[in-house]
């Protein structure tokens, strides 16, 4: 019964920011790596961002410098930090848990318009 609950989507302008949170249950949080996709309209999910159980990260060409991925196995959470949001980066965020089954979240939308 593994849950992945985002949270902190929503409309911001360019240049502004974001946090997504990602609060996991029914799993032993820390014993897995996580990871934060996106899907714009009419392209493929693709991956954002990376964290390993041993905090090792890992981003897309397109985010770095920009995003930062993080985790707090007290919280059992994820957190994406968008900073210096494009309008490219408008998609819908998914959380997934990086097991050998695959757990994804509900997805949150995220636009960046002004």
């Known amino acids: 019964q593994v849950q992945l609950v985002e949270s902190g989507g929503g409309l911001v302008q360019p240049g502004g920011s974001l946090r997504l949170s990602c609060a996991a249950s029914g799993i032993i949080f820390r014993h897995y790596g996580m990871g934060w996709y996106r899907q714009a309209p009419g392209k493929q999910r693709e991956l954002v961002a990376g964290i390993t159980q041993f905090l090792t990260t890992n981003y897309a060409d397109s985010v770095k410098g920009r995003f930062t991925i993080s985790r707090d196995n007290t919280k059992n959470t994820v957190y994406l930090q968008m900073n210096s949001l494009r309008p490219e980066d408008t998609a819908v965020y998914y959380c997934?848990?990086?097991?050998?089954?695959?757990?994804w979240g509900q997805g949150t939308q995220v636009t960046v318009s002004s």
């Open positions: 997934k848990v990086n097991g050998p089954t695959e757990y």
